[in-house]
Structure formats: C-alpha cells, structure tokens
C-alpha cells in the first residue's frame, strides 16, 4: 500500500499561485508515476500533470501547460505541483495519484493509478 497526503490548496485570486505538495509513504516503487488530477463539481475527474519516479519526463494537460509545473524531490518521496497564473476555471478538488509500476509508460488518465490521496481545494477568485 501507498499513502498519500496532499497539502497546499487553499483561496487564491486570479493571476495568483499555488504549489500543492503530495507526500507519498508505506511501500514505494522505484518505477512508479506519480499524477495529478483535478476534479471540478459536476465534472469528471480529469488528468492535469504526471512524471515518471526514475526519469525527468513530464506530461500535461493543454489547459495548463505553460502555468503548472509538475516535479519532485525523492528524497521525501514528495511530489509538487507548482500553479501560476491561476485562472477560475482551475477550481476544482486536485487529486495526487500513484501507480504500482504496472504500466510501460506514464499513464495519462485516472484508471492507469492505483493509490489516490484525498484532495485538496484549490478555489481561484475572479
């Protein structure tokens, strides 16, 4: 089993930042990929950022890039998700997500993970 515990949401307006932290313990896999996923009320659960634990290849969703910034420090096994330039249409629950190591690549959307923290707010102000 894998934890996660994110941390860092919060009330910010619109232009503002934000840098959500997911703190990973219990069993960790040298080859997992860790993910972030944002899930606004009334909408499905969407995939916002991912990397690869081993290799610095990351993936993001067209409505972000360029204002998020996905990265992490292995050392406490502890994945951040960097957010400038927030827009009110990044509201929504973020979600950190793992997988076992299952996968051949990063996977890019939810049913590829297999450990979920219990989201953070992230409320953005016109």
């Known amino acids: 089993q894998v934890q996660l515990v994110e941390s860092g949401g919060g009330l910010v307006q619109a232009g503002g930042s934000l840098r959500l932290s997911c703190a990973a313990s219990?069993?960790?896999?040298?080859?997992?990929?860790m993910g972030w996923f944002r899930q606004a009320p009334g909408k499905e659960r969407e995939f916002v950022a991912a990397?690869?634990?081993?290799?610095?290849?990351?993936y993001y969703a067209s409505s972000v890039k360029g204002r998020f910034t996905i990265s992490r420090d292995n050392a406490k096994n502890t994945v951040y998700l960097q957010m400038n330039s927030l827009k009110p249409e990044d509201t929504a629950v973020y979600y950190c997500?793992?997988?076992?190591?299952?996968?051949?690549?990063?996977?890019?959307?939810?049913?590829?993970?297999?450990?979920w923290g219990q989201g953070t707010q992230v409320t953005v102000s016109s």
């Open positions: 990397l690869n634990w081993n290799v610095d290849t990351t």
């Open positions: 219990g069993r960790t896999f040298s080859r997992n990929a």
């Open positions: 997500a793992a997988d076992s190591g299952r996968n051949y690549v990063v996977p890019l959307s939810a049913p590829g993970y297999d450990f």
